[in-house]
């Protein structure tokens, strides 16, 4: 079992920035590769951005990629979001997730791949 807690997030003006982080217990999240989705009010969730174990592959969203970074430090056990430039439509709360890295060094942006969840933080944008 992996257990993951988010934090950092916050109330934070449009234009401003926010770093999550995401640490793991019960297990090394070495062994896995980890993304960040978020969701908004009425909305499905989405992916945002995915790390593989390595750190060697990183993948994010079209429309977010150049706004927001993840990274991670596998002896901190720890996956980071950073954001910036953040908007109101970026108002939704965050999870970080984990999957398996069964399949070698490589990322996933589909929910259904992976099998931990955190509980989530609230991101919210002011105007």
Do not use: H
Request: aromatic share 10%.
């Amino acid at each position: 079992q992996v257990q993951l807690v988010e934090s950092g997030g916050g109330l934070v003006r449009a234009g401003g920035s926010l770093r999550l982080s995401c640490v793991g217990s019960g297990r090394t999240l070495s062994r896995f590769s980890m993304g960040w989705f978020r969701q908004a009010p009425g909305k499905e969730r989405e992916f945002v951005a995915a790390v593989s174990w390595s750190g060697g592959t990183i993948v994010a969203a079209d429309s977010m990629k150049d706004r927001f970074t993840i990274s991670r430090d596998n002896a901190k056990n720890t996956v980071y979001l950073r954001m910036n430039s953040l908007k109101p439509e970026d108002t939704a709360v965050y999870y970080c997730a984990a999957a398996p890295a069964s399949l070698g060094d490589i990322v996933y942006t589909t929910l259904d791949k992976y099998d931990y969840w955190g509980q989530g933080t609230q991101v919210t944008v002011s105007s």
